[in-house]
């Protein structure tokens, strides 16, 4: 993998680049915020509901079945519950906007 696909950005450096590009919002009122959207979008999850982001993609809960698994260390069976994991699925436009900056990169490495 490059260094570019292994970055990744914060919550303090997102809530830091948000409050670089309104400098009318103070950078307390940007973490409320942004702890706000986040903690609303968990909420939403946990209660099992589906979030829907137009142009950015969806949030939906995947159910894993109960299966049986191995201890690693010992070989043992173990039994895994069923849980139900968060899943995103990007939007068209998002995976588009992605896509191009990828072959943007790609270009202007080879040339």
Do not use: C, W
């Amino acid at each position: 993998m490059s260094d570019q696909e292994q970055q990744a950005i914060t919550r303090s450096e997102l809530v830091e680049s948000l409050a670089e590009q309104f400098p009318q919002l103070l950078p307390r009122d940007v973490e409320l915020a942004v702890k706000t959207l986040l903690d609303t979008m968990t909420q939403a999850l946990a209660e099992g509901k589906r979030i829907e982001l137009r142009g950015v993609g969806s949030f939906v809960l995947h159910h894993r079945p109960a299966r049986a698994g191995r201890n690693p260390k010992s070989g043992e069976k173990v039994l895994i519950p069923e849980k139900r994991v968060p899943h995103f699925k990007p939007g068209k436009e998002l995976r588009e906007r992605v896509d191009y900056q990828a072959l943007k990169a790609k270009g202007s490495s080879s040339a």
